[in-house]
T-cell receptor
């Protein structure tokens, strides 16, 4: 399967714990995105990488959230001191191109439940 | 920033009928408009997209229309089938920031056999 891969699929954690998610984009894609999706809503932009550089972060991304993309390949999203409001589906997407209108290819997401 | 509104939130049609989902956007600088289909527990998948230099695009039973003046675009599905049942999301990407896609809240389409 050459699609976007995310791990784990599900994560249940207690409030206050740290969690880390991983995303492996389509290999030739230079852009990688993290989105968050809550029930009944569309995906909301969190952050974006062009190769290894993190070029934009949403105001939704508090200082408890950090994302990295070392060497411009896979990416990790870490949430520190999780809160119940962090419960959501975290979607990773990648795209290819130097122009802006390249479609996003999404992974299956990581569903986070904070108890 | 951009604001995308999507209607209706739920849509139920009989198999074989047509379905229309409408989206409006606020930023006149948006010029890329993809549509995604998300089945339960699965990833959103691109089904069709349109750029602002085009008014209509078709792909078999699916079509998208764009009215830049009115800032709205619509998804049309003809001859609906039960496998079309899913949540559909529209999105808009501003010219000055293609890297940020703004999504609508989704339409749950139910096609009754």
């Amino acid at each position: 399967d050459t699609g976007v891969s995310q791990n784990p699929r599900h994560k249940i954690t207690k409030r206050g714990q740290n969690v880390t998610f991983r995303c492996d984009p389509i290999s030739e894609h230079n852009r990688l995105y993290w989105y968050r999706q809550t029930l009944g809503q569309g995906p909301e932009f969190l952050t974006y990488f062009q190769n290894e550089a993190q070029l934009e972060k949403s105001r939704l991304l508090s200082d408890r959230f950090s994302a990295e993309r070392p060497k411009g390949s896979f990416s990790t999203l870490e949430i520190q001191r999780t809160e119940q409001g962090d419960s959501a589906m975290y979607l990773c997407a990648s795209s290819l191109g130097t122009t802006g209108d390249s479609p996003l290819h999404f992974g299956n997401g990581t569903r986070l439940t904070v108890t | 920033g951009e604001n995308v509104e999507q209607h209706p939130s739920t849509l139920s049609v009989q198999e074989g009928d047509s379905a229309v989902i409408k989206c409006t956007y606020s930023d006149s600088a948006s010029n890329y408009f993809p549509w995604y289909k998300q089945e339960l527990g699965k990833r959103p998948q691109l089904i069709i997209d349109i750029r602002s230099n085009v008014g209509e695009k078709k792909d078999q039973r699916i079509a998208v229309t764009l009215n830049k003046t009115a800032k709205h675009f619509s998804l049309h599905i003809t001859e609906t089938q039960p496998e079309d049942s899913a949540v559909y999301f529209c999105a808009a990407a501003p010219l000055y920031n293609f890297n940020k896609f703004y999504f609508g809240s989704g339409t749950k389409l139910n096609v009754k056999p």
